[in-house]
């Protein structure tokens, strides 16, 4: 068998899931029993899977929040791109690249929150990639923590730094873009300057400018 009739053989191979692992306040299926699941007809068929963080992409930040009780917190959230790799061990060059990401986020300690963005993210990619119906893994069914709420607010709504300004502008000068044209094209886009574009926006303009410079080098 090629390596998509295995993965096939693998996916036919789940019998189904039980809840089995609690965490704020939900209950889930965990990795480690959706690893047990397929791991013995992995070994059948000789299929490897390889997952690999493009460290290039590696980001941290601090997140610091007051809870509705009053209470100051500080987590961390981490994130990077990664791949997961499917490969034939009977033909090594039979593989199948899934690019994927990871995110995660954990109180006082960067190290936990990238543990906890491997694990779900391994959890999440193996449900998703073999098409296992998990209505308690859908994220529009639950309502946002107050962690997530805090940071999705902030996120929106901090003003754009000196710094962020400057890299935008520099990316742009790669693209053959210049500061004036810039200001322009925000302002016929998303009808305001550059300096009151929300966080999401700034990525959105960054990342444009980014490919612009790729295709013009």
Known sequence: MNLHQKLVEIRKNIKGFSKDTKGYDYIFVSGTQILRAIKDKMDELGVLLVPEIDYSTFHWEKHEYVTAKGKEKLDFIVTAKL?????????????????????????????????????????YFLLKFLGIPTDEDDADSKPPTEAQRSYSNNYNSKKLSDKQLARLYALANKAGVDKDLVKQQVMKKFNKEVKDLTKPEYDLVCNGYEKAAEKTA
């Open 83 to 123: 791949t997961y790799t499917w490969i034939n061990a009977e033909e090594p060059t039979d593989k199948l690249v899934v690019p994927w990401v990871c995110i995660g986020q954990q109180t006082d300690d960067i190290s936990k929150a990238m543990g906890t963005a491997l694990t779900y993210n391994e959890r």
